[in-house]
């Protein structure tokens, strides 16, 4: 949701060209924060919740952990003027591949934009974390993305470059938005580190030929600097995106706060997420992370009050399990149920409303 003035401006524009050109902007940027968080992630418990009210953005959300085995924590936002719904579920199937692990994306996401009554779906690229054993830890994310509208069946088709061998593609995006006809209206391209671009497919097609002719010499340097490819590090060619004349600037991403080396490498906008902010503690659910007592002695700097915490936890949960299973109980999630998304037709979490109504009875106790 750090990029959330993105969708509020595909709502304010009237060509729906633009409002593609925002989404696949905001669909990338929500990508960035990735880059260099390589931290092993909290695992949210079963029944976590998590909310957001950004009056100064315009949204608000809610989310919950809705499956322990596998993860998935399922979120709904909203905007508080009734220009858009953002859903969808963060359930990453994980595969070890030795060296590294690969996340693969299973959920979806879905943006509605009400006022002109359009709804975009997709799904997230792959995210590889490379040198899980030895080496340093450096990020991948590749896999092809489509947004897809709906209304139209028009479409966005973004490709997440792998690396490749000699890194030229490293986090490299590109791709076009096309009409149903299959004709490439305009082209997107850039780094989901970095910014994003869009032209016109015609000056994309002219500069990409001028472009070849230089590479040739290139080749060679790189065949030497593959040769000695041992370990699976990140290449060192990181050139930044080379801008294409006549270009249209979609998105930049903003530079991380002075202290964000030490606080995971957060983002600003990530940094004040786990804020409890005076007047909270009375109003928010009490299932909320921000009342998760390892999460918030970490913050605080217990470290030994943290890893007790978190085995406390999670023995807690574990004993809750076995509880259920003696009384053979089912878990019942509180905020989302399983439905069919109405756009893409597929199962999935959907919000079942009611949390801002504050009404937090029979909540499970987690903590
Ligand atoms: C933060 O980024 C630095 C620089 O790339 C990296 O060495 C470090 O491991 C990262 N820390 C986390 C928690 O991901
Ligand atoms: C998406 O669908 C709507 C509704 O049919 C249409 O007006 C709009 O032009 C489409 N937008 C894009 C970017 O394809």
């Not at 943006?111 to 995210?127: A, D, I, M, Q």
């Amino acid at each position: 949701m750090e990029h959330t003035y993105l969708i509020n401006r595909a709502c304010s524009l009237s060509d729906s060209i633009e409002r593609m050109q925002a989404v696949a902007a905001f669909a990338v940027s929500a990508v960035a924060s990735q880059w260099d968080r390589t931290g092993k992630p909290f695992n949210p418990l079963l029944g976590e919740t998590f909310e957001l009210i950004r009056e100064d953005q315009g949204f608000r959300l809610v989310s919950e952990q809705v499956s322990h085995h596998p993860p998935v924590s399922a979120f709904h936002a909203e905007s508080l003027s009734g220009d858009f719904v953002f859903h969808g579920s963060i359930y990453p199937k994980l595969k070890f591949w030795g060296k590294s692990v690969e996340a693969e994306p299973r959920g979806t996401i879905t943006l509605e934009l009400l006022k002109h009554s359009e709804v975009y779906t997709w799904s997230n690229p792959y995210c590889c974390v490379h040198n899980i054993i030895l080496g340093k830890l450096w990020i991948e994310q590749y896999g092809t993305v489509e947004i897809v509208n709906h209304s139209t069946r028009e479409k966005c088709v973004l490709n997440f470059k792998p690396c490749g061998m000699f890194g030229k593609e490293l986090h490299k995006v590109e791709g076009y938005i096309q009409d149903k006809s299959k004709k490439k209206l305009c082209v997107i391209y850039g780094k989901w580190t970095e910014c994003m671009w869009s032209v016109d497919p015609q000056a994309y097609e002219t500069y990409k030929k001028s472009d070849k002719k230089g590479d040739k010499t290139k080749k060679n340097e790189e065949l030497q600097k593959a040769e000695n490819d041992e370990a699976d590090d990140m290449p060192e060619v990181q050139e930044t995106v080379s801008v294409i004349p006549g270009s249209t600037l979609l998105w930049r991403i903003e530079s991380r706060p002075a202290h964000s080396a030490t606080m995971y490498n957060f983002t600003n906008f990530a940094v004040a997420l786990n804020e409890l902010e005076p007047g909270m503690e009375a109003v928010l659910a009490p299932t909320d992370s921000r009342f998760r007592p390892d999460i918030r002695a970490m913050e605080n700097g217990n470290i030994d009050e943290a890893s007790k915490e978190k085995e406390r936890l999670e023995e807690k949960q574990r004993a809750a399990r076995k509880e259920r299973a003696k009384q053979e109980e089912e878990w019942i999630t509180r905020w989302f149920q399983m439905g069919t998304n109405p756009f893409t037709g597929s199962q999935e979490w959907i919000y079942s409303g009611g949390y801002f109504n504050r009404n937090y009875q029979n909540l499970p106790d987690i903590y």
